[in-house]
C-alpha cells in the first residue's frame, strides 16, 4: 500500500498568512494526488484534484503543486472559514490511502 | 444538483452487523463508482472499499476484507455498506463518496466529489 505523509501534523496560523502544507507519497505516484478539506461535524470536501486542478467553486486562494512523490498544498491568504482539517489522499491507486491529516487552528 | 443522503445514526451491540445507506440523486447513478471511507473519533480519514455502480464489482480495503461487503440497487439509486462481527473500535463516523474521474495521456485521475453527510455508527454494549 502506498503511505501518504503529511507536515506539519497541526499548524496555528493568522487570518491573511501564507500557509503551505506538505505531502509525502511513499512511492512515486505521479500527479494522482488529491486534497481535502474538512470540519468538524460536516462532509469532506475537495479542493484540488490531480495535484494542481482547482475543484469548480473553490477560491483561487487555494493552490496545489507536486508530482512524484511530493506535494504542497498553499493557501495565500487565511480567511476565517479556512480554519479546519486537510487531508491528501492518494488516487494512483487502490486503496486510496489519506495523509494523516493537517489541523489548522487560529493563532 | 448531485447529492447523497445517507441513512440516520445507528447503535449496535459487539458482535452485530450494521448496514448503511447512501442515496444518490443529482446524477445517473450508474455512471460513477462509490467509495466508503471512515472517521473514528479523533482519529483521519480511512478508506475502506468502492464498488462499481454501474456493474457491482468491488474492492475492499485488506484491513476489512471479510467484514465489510458493498451492494447497490440501481432501481432506487442507492448504494449500502454492510459491517459485520462490529467491535468498539468500529464506533466512527461513516461516509460514501461519489468518484468522478477523468483520462488524459498521464493516465486516469479520480477524486471523491461529493461526499454523503455521514453516519454515526456506535458499537457499545
Known amino acids: 500500500d502506498i503511505q501518504m505523509t503529511q507536515s506539519p501534523s497541526s499548524l496555528s496560523a493568522s487570518v491573511g498568512d501564507r500557509v503551505t502544507i506538505t505531502c509525502r507519497a511513499s512511492?512515486?505516484?505521479?500527479?494522482?494526488l488529491n486534497w481535502y478539506q474538512h470540519k468538524p461535524g460536516k462532509a469532506p470536501d475537495v479542493l484540488i484534484y490531480?495535484?494542481?486542478t482547482l475543484e469548480p467553486g473553490v477560491p483561487s486562494r487555494f493552490s496545489g503543486s507536486g508530482s512524484g512523490t511530493l506535494f504542497t498544498l498553499t493557501i495565500s491568504s487565511l480567511q476565517p472559514e479556512d480554519f479546519a482539517t486537510y487531508y491528501c489522499?492518494?488516487?494512483?491507486?487502490?486503496?486510496?490511502?489519506f495523509g494523516q491529516g493537517t489541523k489548522l487552528e487560529i493563532k | 444538483q448531485v447529492q447523497l443522503v445517507q441513512s440516520g445514526a445507528e447503535v449496535k451491540k459487539p458482535g452485530a452487523s450494521v448496514k448503511v445507506s447512501c442515496k444518490a440523486s443529482g446524477y445517473t447513478f450508474t455512471d460513477f463508482d462509490v467509495n466508503w471511507v471512515r472517521q473514528a473519533p479523533g482519529q483521519g480519514l480511512e478508506w475502506m472499499g468502492w464498488m462499481s455502480a454501474l456493474s457491482g464489482n468491488t474492492d475492499y480495503a485488506q484491513k476489512f476484507q471479510g467484514r465489510v461487503t458493498l451492494t447497490r440497487d440501481t432501481s432506487i439509486s442507492t448504494a449500502y455498506m454492510e459491517l459485520s462481527s462490529l467491535r468498539s473500535e468500529d464506533t466512527a463516523v461513516y461516509y460514501c463518496?461519489?468518484?468522478?474521474?477523468?483520462?488524459?495521456?498521464?493516465?486516469?485521475?479520480?477524486?471523491?466529489?461529493?461526499w454523503g453527510q455521514g453516519t454515526l455508527v456506535t458499537v457499545s454494549s
Open positions: 490531480a495535484a494542481s
Open positions: 489522499q492518494q488516487s494512483h491507486g487502490a486503496p486510496y490511502t
Open positions: 463518496a461519489r468518484k468522478p474521474y477523468y483520462y488524459d495521456d498521464s493516465g486516469y485521475y479520480s477524486w471523491f466529489d461529493p
Open positions: 512511492q512515486n505516484i505521479d500527479r494522482f
